[in-house]
């Protein structure tokens, strides 16, 4: 007597369950990074004005050059019931569901900017350079992640699917600052941005089919199942896809002092122009459909390309407006409001041919939407001075993602994941000061013009203030000019 089942499975990543930060978000740079861990557009105190806020690039010192280390992590990321299928009792029982988890080594992303002044001194910006220039390299993101998933149904066969993505951005800027009158300045930066993307997968999966018990057990072709499965639908299949894609933007920055303890400042910066790129794709397929599929039963299926095409990662304009207020001489608070305009629909890599009624070429796990949504951002922060060498920050921010609601979507295909997230950062950081020299508090840093004209009769008109690390003071050696001649 012969019995025979009918087995099905499906998988089902729902990313938009998870919490996590790993996102591929064209405003990442702008919403990612911890409120007050870097200058907003009305607190532009060190190099990272260059993206923040040109218009701050006169207020830092003559010389200044600063950097950040790229440390290695590690994240997990567990995904419930994101893999479902069939459970021992078949098709019509109950669903056996799996988590996933996602192991990935993202690298926090490294910066490094080169700023000095140009010119001559003038007397009315008390005895500062009126034109500052920069360069800088950074990355906004670095993500890199992998995973395993391995699945039974209720006859014992396993199905398989591996996949690895390493997906980075980075920047490389000039920009240039003008401080026309002594309390406003603005400011120009131009960015030329490189997304690259790695994305390898494999799968093999058997799904359906009919056990045959008159085989006997276990099976003989199969031994690790316990009876043969006729007519199942066999397929396999392997992408190789990268993409590296240029484009040029322009940041376009106003800081304005006003009285004694407010700074105000806008950045506005146009929709992105993509300028190069590419993107190959290798892609293997082989696929044996059981006599009983409706759509060419019987057919063995065999195909294989490697193709070229353009490739495309849109910036979107973007607009940030800060505030910040001095409390007192060792107390600063800032404000930053982030807004960033939409994206069209379209693909990473326009062109790349698709199989009708077959999951995407260049990977069913790569999100290759470039569709975006308007979003907002708020950032808060506070810098407190400790003591002259140490002070601290602390901020609170919101990331709320631009990527469209999965369910206003057309597409089956993996879209970005939408997660809005908010959370709190601190820091303590350290300034080296020149023997002699006491550091900036961090009104001096708030208001660096404010203060310069009554101390700026006591500074020979031919020296500069020496650069402190990245922290933006221009009074230090103003300071010791001032304590040598009292």
């Known amino acids: 007597m012969q019995s025979s089942r009918v087995s099905r499975a499906r998988l089902c990543i ?42 701050g690039l006169p207020f830092l010192e003559p010389k200044l050059l600063q950097g950040s280390l790229s440390l290695i992590q590690s994240r997990k990321l567990t995904i419930e019931g994101a893999i479902i299928s069939d ?41 500062r350079k009126a034109l500052q220039i920069a360069v800088s390299a950074f990355q906004t993101y670095n993500s890199e992640f992998g995973g395993d998933i391995n699945f039974q149904d209720e006859f014992g066969r396993t199905s398989s699917l591996q996949f690895y993505q390493k997906d980075r951005m980075t920047y490389f800027g000039a920009g240039v600052g003008y401080r026309p009158i002594r309390n406003f300045a603005f400011g120009f930066t131009l960015l030329a941005s490189n997304r690259r993307i790695e994305h390898v997968e494999t799968s093999s999966l058997v799904l359906g089919g009919v056990q045959d018990p008159s085989q006997g057990s276990p099976c003989p072709t199969s031994p690790t199942i316990p009876f043969c499965v006729l ?38 910066q146009p929709p992105g122009v993509h300028v190069g790129g590419k993107s190959e794709l290798r892609f293997e397929l082989s696929e044996v459909r059981p006599s009983t599929n409706p759509i060419n039963p019987g057919l063995s299926d065999s195909v294989f390309a490697k193709i070229k095409r353009d490739s495309r990662s849109p910036i979107p304009w973007e607009l940030r407006l800060g505030v910040s207020y001095v409390i007192s001489s060792k107390v600063v608070v800032a404000l930053d409001l982030q807004l960033v ?143 040598q001649t009292s």
């Open 14 to 55: 729902r990313t938009g369950a998870s919490a996590d930060s790993t996102t591929i978000k064209l405003c990442s740079s702008a919403s990612a990074l911890a409120a007050w861990r870097r200058p907003t557009p009305g607190f532009a105190a060190d190099g990272a004005a260059i993206w923040f806020n040109p218009g």
């Open 87 to 127: 459970g021992p009792d078949g098709v019509g029982g109950e669903d056996q569901v799996e988590d996933f988890e996602l192991k990935s080594s993202p690298s926090l992303p490294g910066f490094a900017v080169a700023s000095f002044a140009l010119g001559k001194r003038k007397k009315e910006l008390d005895n």
């Open 341 to 483: 305009g939409p994206v069209a629909s379209g693909s990473i890599a326009p062109g790349i041919p698709q199989l009708e009624g077959r999951t995407n070429t260049s990977g069913s796990l790569l999100a290759d939407s470039t569709q975006r949504d308007f979003t907002w951002n708020i950032s808060v922060g506070t810098e407190i001075q400790i003591t002259k060498f140490l002070f601290t920050r602390f901020g609170f921010l919101t990331d709320n993602s631009s990527a469209p609601d999965v369910a206003t979507t057309a597409s089956d295909a993996i879209q970005p994941a939408q997660i809005d997230r908010f959370g709190f950062s601190a820091s303590v950081g350290g300034q080296d000061c020149p023997q002699a020299c006491p550091c900036s508090s961090a009104k001096e840093r708030a208001t660096a013009s404010t203060y310069e004209g009554r101390r700026s009769k006591t500074m020979p008109a031919s020296r500069e203030s020496p650069a402190r690390n990245g922290l933006s003071s221009s009074r230090s050696a103003v300071i010791a000019a001032k304590r």
């Open 231 to 268: 007519d199942a639908n066999q397929l396999s299949r392997s992408t190789v896809f990268t993409m590296d894609s240029w484009d040029l933007s322009l940041r376009i920055g106003l800081l304005g002092i006003v009285g004694k303890r407010w700074r105000l400042g806008l950045m506005f």
